[in-house]
């Protein structure tokens, strides 16, 4: 796979990363499509995802529904030519079915973190490894009284 390089500057992925995570914030499916590429890869543990069409179906579209107003909380964040890797809180009200479970109206929190490959040129994501603890939202939605990290 070729990578562009012309995000040469630690602002440039800056300004791309959290612009990404805040386009996950909305509703608006067309402008978090925007960050990716025509033919991206994206795999979650147990699910792998290949063009934006799958993406937009079991992923971007489950995930706002669910989830409108979420918010990624950039804890850290690291690069190199054409891969970012960020680790990051995920935040939501659940709002919408997710998983197969209707709307509680639980507050969520997961950590998470992603290895982002790019094309630094069309600001576009190429494909990404993202692991979020999904069980632990789960939990959450199940049993929105019990404390995040009990077991």
Excluded at 45 to 74: C, D, W, Y
Excluded at 113 to 126: H, L, M, P
Aim: hydrophobic share 40%; with cysteine.
């Amino acid at each position: 796979m070729k990578f562009s390089t012309a995000l040469a500057s630690s602002v440039d992925v800056e300004s791309f990363i959290y612009g990404y995570f805040e386009a996950w914030g909305g509703t608006d499916e067309d402008r978090i499509m925007s960050y990716y590429a025509k033919n991206v890869t994206v795999q979650i543990p147990g699910t792998l995802m290949q063009g934006k069409s799958a993406l937009r179906e079991h992923f971007v579209r489950p995930f706002i529904t669910a989830f409108p107003g979420n918010r990624h909380v950039v804890k850290n964040w690291v690069f190199g030519r054409g891969v970012v890797v960020v680790e990051w809180t995920f935040e939501a009200r659940h709002m919408g079915p997710f998983a197969g479970r209707p709307a509680t109206e639980a507050v969520v929190q997961a950590p998470g973190c992603g290895v982002y490959e790019y094309d630094s040129a069309k600001r576009q994501i190429t494909a990404a490894r993202i692991y979020l603890d999904v069980g632990m939202i789960l939990k959450q939605i199940i049993d929105p009284r019990e404390p995040l990290g009990a077991d």
